[in-house]
C-alpha cells in the first residue's frame, strides 16, 4: 500500500505543478479551488458509504480508491502528504481511541 500511496502522491504533486486545466483533471479541479476539491472529497465519502452499505466488495474498493485520491489531492493542495498522516498515526499508535478523542482541543 505504501507504494502505491506514494505513486499516487508524487503524480498528485506533479499535476498540481503542471497547472495544465486542459490535460490533467487534478489540476482542473484545484484551479477551481480548494473548496471544490473538498465538495468531491465529501462525495466520494458519501459513495464510499453508500457502496459499503448496498454494493459490492469490488463496488467498495472502487469507491475508497477514489475517496482516497481525493484526499491525495486535497492534502497536496495543502502542501501535506502522506507522510504528515503517517506521523500522526504514529502518534497516536498505542493511545485508546477513547483517550486520544477526550484529549483533544474543546
Known sequence: MGDALTQLEAVVKDRLASGDAGASYVASLAAKGR?????KLGEEATETIIAALTEDDAALTGEAADL???????LAERGLGWDAVAAELAR????????????RPK
Open 92 to 103: 497516536r499508535h498505542g493511545t485508546s481511541g477513547h483517550a486520544e478523542k477526550a484529549a
Open 35 to 39: 473548496g471544490k476539491i473538498a465538495q
Open 68 to 74: 482516497i485520491f481525493h484526499l491525495t489531492v486535497l
